[in-house]
């Protein structure tokens, strides 16, 4: 099964949900969508959505929760058909 990385487009905190006390916008295991989002890059008050970019299962989040990224950083991998 092939592999996509979904990449931070830019620095900043990574979120996996849209606000505190949220649950997650997609959980580990669940089919996801190109356009799909999958979590937030925060930097100095201004939110960009990460979006999965490539249809499949979401395999497993590469960083935690609230990690500091950097442009480039693996956020999470794909499992495309």
Do not use: C
């Not at 990460?50 to 956020?75: C, I, Q, T, Y």
């Amino acid at each position: 099964m092939a592999q996509h990385q979904i990449a931070s487009p830019l620095p900043g905190v990574f979120y996996r949900s849209p606000a505190p006390g949220e649950p997650p916008f997609v959980q580990v295991g669940a089919t996801v969508t190109a356009d799909q989002t999958v979590g937030l890059v925060e930097i100095m008050k201004q939110f960009t959505d990460v979006k999965a970019g490539a249809d499949g299962v979401l395999a497993e989040f590469a960083v935690d929760d609230n990690a500091m990224l950097s442009p480039g950083d693996v956020v999470a991998i794909i499992e495309t058909d």
